[in-house]
């Protein structure tokens, strides 16, 4: 019904529009996407027959957005960090390769979290990312800007990646849906930083949408030839699903408790899968949970089967130059000379005072392991756990410094492996979004993507900014 040029334009004049009042898109490419939008009604126009176009490029046409931690041809790839201010990719990230031969038309590329380590998606390149609802607060992180992106309109699809929640963060925040695949299946290759050592088990690249829907024909095309593991072919029958609910992690002394207006939202979903699917949600209380955030901690700075040692994050800020002292840096950024971020520097600092812990860390590794086994147990081949996706609707700026742990309500599962699906449950009193985690075991992908499309039409999903 309309042409390809059609609906780039109308994403073109959105971004144009909203872009400044929300900083989510910090470079676009918007002649290059028009040129391809033409190409793509070109090859409409010579008509080789919709069957052939739907399997060759299932994606073709749809207007995407990238985080900037991914390179994208052509467009800068600092991960927010000073001295890659210069830095340009000359190829495309798997996923984006794949997305682009599937047809999809990248606009531009979206703002994170320094180095991706961070819930709140502000650097000292492209500076702050607002949240559309209400620009006084965050849009997460790390992939901040792809939920900003996607909420306010100016996006399909988004690309995002989740080490401790930087997909379901954004996506709570904004609204909007996010999937965080099953470990192992989706390849990270061309993000900065990327994964070494035991973190490669952690990090997650995956799908950011407005519509339910479209989380997974784009799964699949980021997937490849691995998406046979995530058995999106089963028809899922939402009557035989077991359902389990967690309100809270147990009351973690490092995390806030959980707003009742989340609470509430999470009872509706139990109280409308008891009466509409006639099952019985069964609550659990995980005992291991409370320890989220010291679990993900330790893990995240285990050393592999191999024995190698997690990169340090100081390293990383140092990008192949010297490493960063954080302390340095710290006593730089009172005076306003640092070219990094506090919650980067706090971060730096902490990793310094977790290696000093090795047999404490040791404990709390073997401690995930049991969980792990644990949460299988549970969740079986047909269990979704119904869970929280962070303490707090989207904080104002600067807030999550006083409440830095938060993040692990999301973290818990990276390090885990386990698929989740982070779903809006509409907008609570403030007009800021509600939502909810679908967690399932291993290779369950569909499990949590079905329930999503079911609550999407139970609870009407994305809202537009503005409409409340």
């Known amino acids: 019904q309309v042409s390809c040029i059609e609906v780039v334009e109308a994403y073109v004049e959105r971004i144009k529009e909203v872009n400044p009042l929300i900083n989510a898109v910090v470079k676009d490419r918007f002649e290059e996407a028009l040129q391809e939008a033409q190409q793509v009604d070109k090859l409409l126009s010579e008509g080789p027959g919709d069957d052939y176009l739907e399997e060759k490029f299932p994606l073709l046409g749809v207007p995407i957005t990238v985080k900037e931690a991914f390179s994208l041809h052509g467009m800068p790839n600092t991960s927010g960090l000073v001295n890659r201010r210069n830095v340009i990719a000359t190829s495309d990230a798997t996923v984006v390769s794949r997305l682009k031969q599937a047809g999809a038309i990248p606009l531009g590329v979206t703002n994170c979290s320094e180095l991706c380590m961070w819930y709140e998606s502000s650097n000292r390149v ?11 607060r965050i849009v997460g992180g790390s992939s901040g800007g792809e939920g ?12 995002g990646s989740d080490i401790g929640g930087s997909i379901r963060m954004p996506a709570f925040f904004n609204g909007v849906f996010g999937h965080k695949p099953t470990t192992g299946v989706v390849p990270n290759d061309g993000q900065f930083p990327n994964a070494h050592g035991v973190r ?17 024909p784009v799964l699949r095309v980021m997937a490849g030839p691995g998406v046979s593991k995530l058995k999106l072919n089963e028809k ?11 309100d809270h992690d147990g009351g973690s002394v490092f995390v806030s408790p959980v707003d009742k207006e989340i609470l509430q939202a999470q009872k509706k979903v139990v109280e409308h899968i008891e009466s509409d699917l006639g099952v019985r949600v069964q609550h659990v209380s995980i005992h291991k949970m409370k320890y989220s955030f010291q679990i993900w901690s330790a893990m995240m700075s285990s050393r ?12 990383l800020l140092g990008d192949h130059g010297k490493p960063v002292w954080p302390l340095w840096e710290l006593m730089k950024w009172l005076v306003g000379m640092s070219s990094h971020t506090f919650p980067a520097i706090a971060l730096g600092l902490t990793e310094k005072l977790m290696k000093l812990n090795h047999s404490g860390n040791a404990k709390l590794v073997s401690m995930g392991k049991s969980l792990q086994e644990e949460m299988e ?20 700026h600067h807030s999550p410094i006083c409440m830095p742990f938060n993040f692990a309500y999301t973290a818990i599962f990276n390090v885990l492996g386990l698929p989740v699906t982070q779903c809006p ?39 537009l900014p503005g409409k409340a």
Not at 304 to 315: L, V, Y
Not at 427 to 448: C, F, K, R, W
Request: proline share 5%; aromatic share 10%.
């Open 377 to 396: 147990a549970l969740l079986g081949q047909d269990g979704v756990l119904l869970y929280p996706s962070h303490p707090t609707i989207a904080p104002r």
């Open 236 to 246: 899922v029958s939402l009557e035989k699903i077991k359902f389990h609910c967690m």
């Open 200 to 216: 490669t088990s952690f990090l997650c690249t995956g799908p950011m949408c407005r519509y339910a829907e479209d989380l997974e």
């Open 148 to 159: 900003g992106v996607l909420a306010a309109a100016c996006s399909v699809i988004g690309v």
């Open 126 to 136: 492209y500076g702050r990312t607002n949240n559309p609802y209400d620009l006084q």
């Open 425 to 463: 449950l509409g907008l609570g009193s403030e007009g800021l979004p509600l939502g909810i985690q679908l967690v399932a075991s291993a290779y369950n992908d569909h499990l949590t993507l079905a329930v999503a499309r079911y609550l999407e039409k139970a609870f009407g999903g994305w809202v």
């Open 304 to 315: 592999d089967s191999n024995g190698q040692e997690a990169e340090r994050f100081t390293d």
